[in-house]
């Protein structure tokens, strides 16, 4: 699996340190000095290192940027830019290496313009191929939806990296099982609330009427019911984060007093009159268009601006389809650790699962593997083992060379063993020979159409569940369906 699903987790990468200077590489003097006392002007820090230097450098620190002079690139320097393939490098003079890390090239004559736009472009590639550096043990949670080396991802796990030590309140916004919750857990355990509680909540989950106590808490009495008094959601978050999940479906009155409770950082229980200091981190999460409905009236636009401090949106899982590879290995891998069992897939089946259009997203996929890993328990996967709806090459099926005679000598050797025996009594077939004799050919025909039909009833008429109950491959059944002109509804 690991072969063919490239190399393990991404996201946490070799300590490295991360430096705002630039690195000069120039043989030309002249041009050297002009370019430095040109960024100097700019406010960058500059540093002229000579090439042999530069690889040791570069094994220890990432640069915000490298220029390199063109002349030097034909030889050693051209192997050593590929060699440290995370750190953006700008050419000095008409660029004539291609390599994935040689941002743009610098030409004379010098404009702040020229400048400041390919530094910016060092700065978007460095943000792109960033990974977050194990600073803290927590930093191993960024797992499942947030694998991948797709631009989309990594943009998310940035803004992670970002947002996590602040106490803004973020939004994560996505289409439905995109992975918002997993976005919440990773910046609560990147965060300074890291040793409270996560606590999600549901707001579309929870009945209209119940959801005040739920997030509130309420005193004794507040309520026929309220035998008791009882935390709410906000009390149990307390010095860590609350998830506020599906905030466009909370109903007009709770979004005024989740408003107030973001205004003034306390709230009351139901029937209480004292107030409760709200020390949480909220982090809030929606698949509807919010700002849609601010137009239509359906969600508050002093409240979206409260949550929507800091916006993440979690991109779909057809966007980022090159993604599939990894996430599959980390599923598989995830679902093996639980104990639930393991499960490949040939480089076929992966393909053709990065040619599905996922309108599930990460949880479809993860729900996939899990049946796969049920129905192939220590298989290996190809296309046609894949349910129909995630075929998209044409696979032929491989049929097995099963002389009809041994067929029927399988079939002959069941009637007499034990359980099948009992079975075949059962059923409307004798295991008595008749005074006249049978054409023992046309039984053994009829009794594998009987047993097939009744395969296919108990198996709901799944083709792969009912070839499991008959003991064999799901091509030799299909096989043999054909064979006797029986379709799945038998």
Not at 332 to 346: A, L, M
Not at 424 to 452: H, Q, W
Request: include cysteine.
């Amino acid at each position: 699996m690991a072969d063919s699903l490239g190399q393990s987790n991404p996201l946490v990468s070799e300590t490295m340190q991360t430096e705002q200077r630039i690195l000069l590489v120039d043989e030309q003097n002249a041009r050297q000095e002009k370019l430095a006392y040109l960024l100097r002007f700019l406010g960058e820090e500059v540093e002229s290192v000579p090439l042999k230097e530069l690889d040791q450098r570069l094994s220890r620190t990432r640069y915000r940027a490298v220029l390199l002079d063109e002349g030097l690139l034909d030889g050693e320097a051209h192997s050593l830019v590929q060699r440290h393939a995370r750190q953006p490098v700008l050419g000095l003079g008409p660029s004539r290496v291609s390599a994935p890390n040689m941002v743009g090239a610098l030409t004379e004559p010098y404009s702040y313009g020229q400048l400041t736009e390919l530094l910016h472009y060092c700065q978007v590639y460095q943000r792109v191929r960033h990974e977050v550096s194990p600073t803290s043990p927590n930093q191993t949670k960024l797992f499942r939806s947030l694998v991948g080396r797709s631009e989309a991802i990594a943009q998310v796990r940035h803004l992670i990296s970002q947002v996590a030590e602040t106490a803004a309140s973020v939004l994560v916004t996505g289409e439905s099982g995109t992975g918002k919750e997993v976005v919440a857990r990773n910046i609560h355990y990147l965060s300074a609330q890291r040793d409270g509680p996560f606590i999600p909540v549901n707001c579309g989950a929870i009945p209209p009427d119940l959801l005040e106590s739920e997030l509130f808490g309420h005193e004794k009495g507040a309520f026929t019911g309220a035998i008791s008094t009882r935390k709410g959601r906000f009390e149990m978050a307390e010095g860590g984060t609350l998830f506020l999940d599906e905030i466009g479906d909370m109903p007009p009155h709770m979004q005024v007093k989740i408003l107030r409770v973001l205004q003034e950082r306390s709230f009351e229980r139901v029937g209480g009159n004292r107030a409760i200091r709200a020390n949480v981190r909220i982090v809030a999460a929606t698949h509807r268009n919010l700002e849609r409905m601010i137009e239509s009236g359906d969600f508050r636009e002093d409240l979206y601006y409260r949550l929507n401090v800091f916006p993440i949106e979690m991109p779909a899982l057809r966007e980022r389809t090159d993604d599939i590879p990894l996430l599959l290995n980390e599923l598989v891998s995830r679902i093996e650790g639980e104990g639930k069992g393991k499960v490949r897939f040939t480089k076929r089946a992966i393909e053709s699962l990065v040619a599905h259009p996922w309108s599930g997203n990460v949880r479809e996929l993860s729900n996939l593997v899990e049946r796969m890993v049920i129905l192939y328990p220590g298989s290996l996967v190809d296309v046609n083992d894949l349910p129909r709806k995630y075929r998209h090459l044409e696979v032929p099926e491989f049929s097995v060379d099963y002389p009809e005679e041994e067929q029927e000598q399988d079939v002959f050797a069941a009637l007499f063993s034990g359980e099948e025996q009992v079975e075949v009594r059962e059923s409307r077939f004798s295991s008595e020979l008749p005074e006249d004799g049978l054409n023992l050919k046309d039984m053994l025909a009829d009794l594998e159409i009987d047993m097939i039909r009744q395969a296919l009833e108990q198996g709901q008429h799944v083709v792969a569940r009912a070839a499991e109950l008959l003991g064999m491959r799901r091509t030799t059944l299909v096989e043999k369906m054909r064979k006797y002109g029986m379709n799945k509804e038998g």
